[in-house]
């Protein structure tokens, strides 16, 4: 069955989360380098079928674009190229790296855990899959 793949996308590196197959429960995948966030989903859609991209869109908390906005803008341009069929979902994702250090907290990580920031990636793209997955399914 196919998954819903959740963005959290960054300048340097990219968070990834994923449902599972019954679309129940978001998990995060794992955080790669931007540069090669492309060549990594063409990997991951060869042993999984996605059926649709959730990415976070950045807004400011007025609900403006923020200076990362234009470049996940662009990504999502560039990844409806590349996978034409598989739509694109966009959730705001203000506040998911301060609800993704809070949730790593009461998960009771490390500090050192916390502080790797490729963690906050993946668990903020997690809590946006949750999101959608909340209001939208």
């Known amino acids: 069955m196919p998954r ?3 963005i959290d996308y960054g300048l340097k590196r990219t968070g990834l989360a994923v449902t599972d197959n019954l679309k ?12 090669e966030l492309l060549s990594f989903l063409q990997k991951y859609a060869e042993q999984e079928e996605i059926e649709a991209f959730v990415i976070g869109l950045p807004v400011s908390l007025q609900g403006d674009d923020t200076d990362t906005t234009p470049h996940v803008q662009g990504f999502a341009r560039v990844l409806a190229n590349r996978f034409p069929n598989v739509p694109i979902h966009w959730i705001d994702e203000r506040f998911t790296s301060k ?17 790797e920031k490729g963690n906050i990636d993946k668990v903020s793209a997690t809590i946006i899959l949750q999101s959608f997955m ?4």
């Not at 129940?24 to 540069?35: Q, R, S």
């Not at 609800?99 to 502080?115: E, F, V």
């Not at 909340?134 to 399914?137: A, K």
């Open 24 to 35: 129940i429960i978001a998990t995060a995948l794992t955080t790669v380098p931007t540069a």
């Open 134 to 137: 909340e209001n939208y399914i």
């Open 4 to 6: 819903l793949l959740a």
């Open 99 to 115: 609800l993704a250090l809070d949730a790593m907290i009461r998960a009771g990580s490390t500090k050192k855990d916390r502080r």
